[in-house]
């Protein structure tokens, strides 16, 4: 079995923080305290496993970085990035090791909605790998995993040079941080030998965000933009379709906007970059969505003048996120974070759209 994606130049090296900057930016999902149904919800599998597990290997995965060819369906996993210890899990496979959640994690550095996850299971927890500044090759080796699953991260070419060595790697198949939830979960799922279970995982989670939909009917037709305001660069980064948390949002009943539907990402980015002095192209946006790192951050932004003067700020039609935890869920749109988020963040949604403009709609 073999899947093939193009290639893609990798992007340059960064430091510490602005490695955890990327993380948040891409991305920089039913744990306790996750949104409610009273609906049934899809099965969590659509077809009986095949009689012989293995029977699917080898798997080979090419992506951007180079060829994985998994010949054994994998017992030690490793996940790195956002979403792929998510993915693992909601396919049943517990990981041994995870990214360290240094920036929206909990108190022992896991994601909430993961950690949950997996301690109802009874299963230990993973242990945590130092992704940033730079991935820690060799506490991954150390584990002696089968695979290395990292769908959605910034993986560098040199660490998958190392790792692969070792360990076959599945990275992302064309961008870093730019691969959307439906092509992780194939990949994940070819990897983990569940190929038949990826459908019924992709229908959980169109359910869950179909539900918010239902439930809140303002949010038909009104358009908006996910923006990411950087004071330091003066520049909006303007998040594209295909980025999880766009194609989240829109399954949640809103339409990305037209000044930003065509927008694609910036060469070596994940997203489209443009200068504040261009902040007026956000005129057709009836809900603007933007995530800080703090509240001060969040207020200084806010006091910009060119920043106050989009319609959407000045309306009140803004969510303005701050809080770690619920800025990665968003960004994740995988099975576990969806659930955890969706209760905290459609009602800002919901609220946002009552104050839009009303009786506009989103054009075709």
Not at 3 to 14: D, K, L
Not at 290 to 297: G, L, V
């Amino acid at each position: 079995m073999r899947f093939s994606f193009p290639a893609w130049r990798q992007a340059p090296r960064r430091g510490a923080a602005a490695c955890l900057c990327a993380l948040a930016l891409a991305g920089c999902d039913r744990p306790a305290g996750g949104a409610s149904d009273t609906s049934e919800a899809p099965a969590a599998t659509s077809a009986a496993p095949a009689p012989d597990p293995a029977a699917a290997f080898p798997v080979t995965l090419q992506g951007a970085l180079g060829t994985a060819i998994i010949k054994a369906p994998p017992k030690r996993v490793v996940t790195i990035g956002l979403g792929a210890d998510d993915l693992a899990v909601s396919l049943g496979v517990v990981p041994v090791g995870v990214s360290r959640a240094d920036w929206g994690g909990d108190a022992r550095h896991y994601w909430p909605w993961v950690r949950a996850a997996i301690e109802a299971r009874g299963a230990p927890l993973p242990a945590l790998i130092t992704e940033y500044p730079e991935l820690d090759v060799e506490q991954i080796i150390a584990l002696q995993p089968d695979v290395v699953l990292a769908p959605f991260s910034g993986m560098s070419a040199q660490a998958y040079a190392q790792l692969s060595r070792f360990v076959p790697v599945v990275a992302y198949p064309e961008h870093p941080f730019l691969t959307p939830v439906d092509t992780q979960i194939d990949l994940t799922a070819a990897a983990l030998g569940k190929r038949a279970e990826a459908d019924a995982l992709k229908a959980r989670i169109a359910h869950s965000l179909q539900r918010v939909a239902r439930d809140n009917p303002e949010l038909a037709g009104k358009t908006f933009a996910y923006v990411r305001a950087d004071l330091g660069s003066g520049n909006f980064a303007a998040y594209v379709a295909g980025d999880p948390r766009v194609d989240t949002i829109s399954a949640m009943g809103l339409t990305l906007a037209p000044s930003v539907r065509k927008l694609r990402a910036s060469a070596g980015h994940f997203a489209h970059y443009l200068g504040f002095e261009h902040a007026d192209r956000l005129a057709d946006v009836d809900i603007l969505v933007s995530w800080f790192y703090n509240d001060a951050e969040r207020d200084r932004t806010a006091a910009m003048s060119l920043y106050a003067a989009i319609p959407a700020v000045k309306r009140g039609s803004y969510v303005a996120l701050s809080d770690p935890s619920l800025v990665m869920a968003s960004s994740s749109g995988a099975p576990l974070a969806v659930d955890w988020m969706l209760d905290r963040l459609a009602p800002q949604l919901a609220a946002a759209a009552l104050r839009a403009r009303p009786g506009k709609h989103a054009s075709p």
